[in-house]
């Protein structure tokens, strides 16, 4: 089944050490996105990739990076995990001639200590 | 950019009854408002979608009507099931695909 898959699902840093959450897809989307949700809040979206251009939201922390190897896999690099950064990291993808329309990944519990 | 205003933040309804959650959005280049359901714990799911080219879409117990003059849209959950109880967001988009903009989510709570 085609589908958006995030690993791990769950990941345990040290406060400062730096982390890399990843995301892979099997629609052949061109557009891929990461969104940050903290508990009891709404996704915040952080940046998004259509094809290979990269595209930052204005209040995304620059401690947050994202690389983009290949259509298929995106990567979220936190340089310096604040316990503020504690959150579920969702992985989204869509095809622009459907825009707007969005499938989600399940998700990734990041927890700092 | 865009804003999307979500009410209530919570809501409690007798099982069967009606749920109304409203949303309004600031953008007037948004043309695209899905609605999702979260579980705790879980991804959101998208139980329905509306584009500015359409007043109203209806999906058995789930319907959302769209306003663009008034820039406000609506989902509606007629005869609830504990099973719909969750939280749901709504959302607006552009349609270059830049991604979506959340309201704040209600707490949709289904009292037996």
């Known amino acids: 089944d085609a589908m958006v898959i995030q690993n791990p699902r769950y990941q345990v840093t040290q406060f400062g050490k730096p982390v890399t959450l990843s995301c892979s897809q099997t629609?052949?989307?061109?557009?891929m996105y990461w969104y940050q949700q903290k508990s009891s809040q709404a996704p915040k979206l952080l940046f998004h990739?259509?094809?290979?251009?990269?595209?930052n939201e204005a209040d995304t922390p620059d401690n947050f990076q994202s690389r983009r190897p290949n259509t298929s896999f995106c990567f979220l690099d936190i340089r310096s995990p604040g316990l503020g950064d504690a959150a579920m990291y969702l992985c989204?993808?869509?095809?622009?001639?459907?825009?707007?329309?969005?499938?989600f990944g399940p998700g990734t519990r990041l927890t700092v200590l | 950019g865009e804003n999307v205003e979500q009410h209530p933040s919570t809501l409690s309804v007798q099982e069967g009854d009606s749920a109304v959650i409203k949303c309004t959005y600031s953008?007037?280049?948004?043309?695209?408002f899905p609605w999702y359901k979260q579980e705790l714990g879980k991804r959101p799911q998208l139980i329905i979608d509306i584009r500015s080219n359409v007043g109203e879409k209806k999906d058995q117990r789930i319907a959302v009507t769209l306003n663009k003059t008034a820039k406000h849209f609506s989902l509606h959950i007629t005869e609830t099931q504990p099973e719909d109880s969750a939280v749901y967001f709504c959302?607006?988009?552009?349609?270059?695909?830049?991604?979506?903009?959340f309201g704040k989510g209600t707490h949709l709570i289904i009292q037996p």
């Open positions: 989204a993808t869509s095809q622009d001639s459907t825009p707007g329309e969005q499938f």
């Open positions: 953008d007037s280049a948004s043309n695209y």
């Open positions: 959302a607006a988009s552009t349609v270059r695909a830049d991604g979506l903009t």
């Open positions: 990739y259509y094809d290979k251009d990269f595209n």
């Open positions: 629609l052949n989307h061109n557009v």
